[in-house]
C-alpha cells in the first residue's frame, strides 16, 4: 500500500474527506486477533504515520535469528554457503528483549547477545526394511533434516539466567535439507538481535501491510434486476438485497469488504448511481506474525520505537534552537 493511493488517483473515485473526519479523536480498535494474525483499525492519524509505523513493523523491530554458522561435517549435496542461508531464514522463538546487541567487530558470543544452536544428523539405512520397497522413509532413518533437530546449546550461564527457556525454531516441520547414507550434517549456529533492516531474516512479520477503509455511498434505490447485479459487482457480503413491499432493494451491507475493483463501471446502468470512495484517516491495518512475538507485542514494539524516535527529534530540535 502506497501513501499515494487515494482516492483521487482513480478514474471514477470520489474523495470521501471532509473537514470534520479529520478532526475525529486518535483511537485503535482490534477487529480481529488470532494466534499469528492480527487485524486492526487506526483512525484519526496521517496517512505519513501510518507508513511510518508500517515500516517499523517491516524493518526496525529486532529479533534473533541465526547470523553466524560454523560447519564442522557437512557431506550433503547441499553447500555450506546455501546451508548457512537456510539456516539464517529459520525463525527463532526467543524473546529479543532479553538480549542485547552484539558489538561490532566481536567475534565471540557471551550469554547476553548469543543464542547457540547445534545441528548434528546422519543418515543411516533401515536394515528392517522390505528390499522391494522404493518408499526413503521406509529404507532410510534420519534422511529429511527439519528444524525440529535444531537443539539449544546453553552458552555461560544462560541455564541460571533463563531457566524456564524455551529456545527453538517457532516451527519444527521446516525442511532444511535431504541426506543418503552415509551423509552427515554437524554444524553450530550463533543466533544474534538484529534489524529487518540490517537483513530480511531479522523481519518478525510475514506481512504488514494497511489499506483505506472503503466508503460506498447509492445515490438512489437500486431495485430487482439491477440490484442483483449490483450485488455480483461487489466481494461477496458488501451489498445485501432486501425484500421491501414486494421489492428487491439493495443496500450497502458492509464496506469493509471491499477490495474496489470498479466492476460497477462496466455497466452503464449502475455506474451513475454508486460513488466510490475511501475514508482518508481510517485506515485498516493486517500484521502477521512470524511466530517469533505475538502480533499485538509487535505493535506494541513499533508504537515504543516510533515514540522513541519522535523523542530523539523533538531533543534534536531543543539541542538546535539552544544554539
Known sequence: VHT??????????????????FEEAFRVDVIREEEDILEFDMVGIDAAIANAFRRILLAEVPTMAVEKVFVYNNTSIVQDEI?????GLIPIRADPRLFEYRNQGDQEGTEIDTLQFQLKIKCKRNPQAAKESSDPDELYFNHKVYSKHMTWVPLGNQTDLFPDADFRPVHDDILI????????IDVLMHCVKGIGKDHAKFSPVATASYRLLPDITLLQPI???????????FSPGVIEIQNINGKKVARV??????????????HEGLKNLVRLAR???????SVESTGILPPDVLVSEAIKILMGKCQRFLNELDSVSME
Open 4 to 21: 499515494t493511493d487515494f482516492p483521487g488517483n482513480y478514474p471514477g473515485y470520489e474523495d470521501a474527506w471532509d473537514q470534520r473526519r
Open 83 to 87: 546451508l548457512a542461508h537456510r539456516l
Open 177 to 184: 535439507a535431504l541426506l543418503r547414507p552415509g551423509q552427515e
Open 223 to 233: 431495485e430487482d434486476e439491477a440490484a442483483e447485479t449490483l450485488q455480483k459487482c
Open 253 to 266: 451491507a458492509n464496506a469493509r469488504l471491499d477490495t474496489f475493483s470498479r466492476e460497477v463501471f462496466r
Open 279 to 285: 475514508v482518508r484517516n481510517h485506515y485498516i491495518f
